[in-house]
């Protein structure tokens, strides 16, 4: 990678709610206060929705969006932090959990989260889309800002 000024890969609204940047050249991302998912090419072509049913009010919002595994189910904060998974292809989703935001899938099977200033990791399989043992306090005391809008 070299440095050099940013180019614009895809016009949003003023305001993102996160996204995710895949190794296969894909980006994840939420758009207009999360409102909707998209995904689009690195070099900015075939934008499109994530349509996913039964989505609309205060849960209709999506922020931090992020591949679990290697296939195509997301896992994403939904207000009001409320986590939940998606599966892309059958456009459904099911809440997780229905506390806590941000969450990260890790290559050691584990899902991160943070919870009340509290970073949370319990072990988690991508496959069942379940977590295998207990949520547990990582760190306490974390300062966090969930605003993502100018």
């Keep these: 990678m070299r440095g050099g000024q940013p180019i614009i890969i895809c016009p949003v609204s003023n305001c993102i709610g ?7 050249y894909l980006i994840i991302f939420s758009d207009s206060e999360g409102s909707r998912l998209y995904t689009i090419r690195a070099d900015g072509k ?10 609309s009010g205060n849960i209709g919002s999506f922020l931090y969006p992020q591949r679990l595994g290697e296939g195509f189910v997301l896992v994403a904060t939904t207000l009001p932090h409320q986590i939940r998974v998606i599966a892309v292809d059958q456009g459904t989703s099911r809440e997780l959990l229905d506390h806590g935001s941000s969450p990260v899938y890790l290559s050691s099977g584990h899902l991160t989260l943070m919870e009340h200033g509290r970073l949370m990791a319990a072990p988690f399989d991508p496959e069942k889309l379940t977590f295998t043992g207990e949520v547990v306090s990582l760190i306490e005391d974390l300062r966090t800002n969930m605003a993502v809008c100018n």
């Design 46 to 55: 075939d934008k499109s929705e994530i349509k996913v049913e039964g989505m």
């Design 18 to 24: 996160g996204g995710q940047w895949l190794q296969d």
